[in-house]
């Protein structure tokens, strides 16, 4: 049986090629009043979930 040994400072992904984030993206991120429509509309959906398991 052959153990890898895995070497902390090897990269595990090579992300150099993945897309930057754009100037809308990053204030859309930055932005309050987005984050917390984003936040309620998630807890909406894991209530109704939570309320449709408990028939």
Known sequence: MTETIHNPTDPIADLSKS??????TLK???????Q???FL?????IMRM??????
């Open 19 to 24: 897309p930057l984030p754009t100037g809308k």
């Open 28 to 34: 859309m991120r930055q932005s309050l009043p987005f």
């Open 36 to 38: 917390f429509t984003r």
């Open 41 to 45: 509309s998630f807890n909406g959906r």
């Open 50 to 55: 939570v309320v449709k398991g408990h028939h």
